[in-house]
T-cell receptor, first 116, second 111 residues
Framework: DAMVIQNPRYQVTQFGKPVTLSCSQTLNHNVMYWYQQKSSQAPKLLFHYYDKDFNNEADTPDNFQSRRPNTSFCFLDIRSPGLGDAAMYLC???????????????FGPGTRLLVL | QKEVEQNSGPLSVPEGAIASLNCTYSDRGSQSFFWYRQYSGKSPELIMSIYSNGDKEDGRFTAQLNKASQYVSLLIRDSQPSDSATYLCAVKGDSSYKLIFGSGTRLLVRP
């Protein structure tokens, strides 16, 4: 089945120790998104790739970076995690065109990050 | 600031009842509307999408859209305890492919 896969599902890191979360997809979608979700809150978009073009949200801290080496994979790097970065990190994908439209975003299972 | 508003709940209904979840949005140009279900500790799962005014039915779920009132709702018929989850309303504008999420409504279905 076509899907969005995230690894690891759970990640424990130490305060200030860099961490990388990964996302892969078999849907061949051209747009990949990274969201941060804290308890009882809506998912918050951090950034997304439209094909190879990186699009950062204005309020995303510099501590968060992303890489998309190819269509299938996308990585979220947190350079110096703080306690406030503990959250669920969600990867999503969609197929979009320049004309826009109502394409659905499909979410991976998420990675829960704990910062000690 | 484009916003999507939902009552946080919890909305508590007995098993077998109809659960009605509501969502309003501020961007009148919004064209695409989605309902996601999210179980505790899990990722959002698409339940319904709707693009035109009126009702759209899929099994026990009915999405209703009223663009004039900037209002979208989700009805769950014959509610089951397994429907207990947070339901996220998400909206796309006509000039963007990004989703704007509401904060979700927590639904509790009592056996």
């Amino acid at each position: 089945d076509a899907m969005v896969i995230q690894n690891p599902r759970y990640q424990v890191t130490q305060f200030g120790k860099p961490v990388t979360l990964s996302c892969s997809q078999t849907l061949n979608h051209n747009v990949m998104y990274w969201y941060q979700q804290k308890s009882s809150q809506a998912p918050k978009l951090l950034f997304h790739y439209y094909d190879k073009d990186f699009n950062n949200e204005a309020d995303t801290p510099d501590n968060f970076q992303s890489r998309r080496p190819n269509t299938s994979f996308c990585f979220l790097d947190i350079r110096s995690p703080g306690l406030g970065d503990a959250a669920m990190y969600l990867c999503a994908t969609s197929r979009e065109t320049e004309a826009g439209g109502g394409e659905t975003q499909y979410f991976g299972p998420g990675t829960r990050l704990l910062v000690l | 600031q484009k916003e999507v508003e939902q009552n946080s709940g919890p909305l508590s209904v007995p098993e077998g009842a109809i659960a009605s979840l509501n969502c309003t949005y501020s961007d009148r140009g919004s064209q695409s509307f989605f309902w996601y279900r999210q179980y505790s500790g899990k990722s959002p799962e698409l339940i319904m999408s709707i693009y035109s005014n009126g009702d759209k039915e899929d099994g026990r779920f009915t999405a209703q859209l009223n663009k004039a009132s900037q209002y979208v709702s989700l009805l769950i018929r014959d509610s089951q305890p397994s429907d207990s989850a947070t339901y996220l309303c998400a909206v796309k504008g006509d000039s963007s492919y990004k989703l704007i999420f509401g904060s979700g409504t927590r639904l509790l279905v009592r056996p």
